[in-house]
C-alpha cells in the first residue's frame, strides 16, 4: 500500500478554507436542527483522533441531548441557588436553561497523570484542547455551528460530581452544537506579523 493510500494527502482546499474563516456562534444562537445520531458519531470521532502522546487517552465526552440538559439544568439551578441564596428567580431560571441553549451539548473532561513516566502533564493537558478543537472544526464542516465554552460550572465541583466526575478530572469545555439562527459579525483578529516572526538561530552575544 502506498504512503498515498494510507496517509490523507490529498489536496483539501475546502478544508482550508473553513479552518480560515470559521467562527463561533454563540450558544444562544444556536437552534434546531442539531446533528443526528450518525453525524454526531463522526463529529466526536473526528475529536478522538487528535494527536495522544503515548497513546493515553486523558480525555472524555459525554453527549447531553434534551434529557441531560435538562437535568444538567436541574443541577446548575439548585448549585447557583445554594451559592446564591437571595438570586432572583430570573437568575435561577437563566441558569436552569443554560445547557439546554442548543440542540446538543458536549461535556468535554480531561484527566492527566501528572506522574506519568513519559508523557508530561503539558501534553496530555493540550491533546484535550486539540480534541475540543477538532470537534468544533467538524460541527463545522457538518454543516453546524459551535461554541466552546467553560463558564462558571466548569470549574464548580458539585457540577462535576453531578457529572460523575471525581476530583483529579477537570471539565476543559461545554460544546454547544447547533444551527446557527445568525451569522456572526466577523471578531478582531491578531495580526499574523504580531505573532509569527521567522527564527534562523540564537541572538549573538554581545
Ligand atoms: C477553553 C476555552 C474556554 C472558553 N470559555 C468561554 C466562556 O466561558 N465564555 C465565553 O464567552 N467564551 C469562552 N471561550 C471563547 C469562545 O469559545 C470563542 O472562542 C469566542 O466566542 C470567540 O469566537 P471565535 O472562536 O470565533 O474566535 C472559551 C474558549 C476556550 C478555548
Redesign the pocket.
Known sequence: MSVAETVATAASPDTLDLLLT?????AKNLSEPGPDAVTLQKIIAAGLRVPDHGKIGPWRVQVLLKEGQLALGDVLASVYLADNPDAEKRLVDMERLRPSRSPVLLAVTSKIDPHHPKIPELEQRLSG?AL??NI?VAAHASGFAA??????P?FHPTVKEALGHDADTDI???IYIGTPTEA?TE?G?PAYEDVVSEWTGPEPKV
Open positions: 470559521r467562527r463561533s456562534v454563540v484542547g475540543c478543537q468544533l461554541q466552546w465554552l467553560t463558564e462558571w466548569a476543559i469545555g461545554f456572526p471578531r483578529r
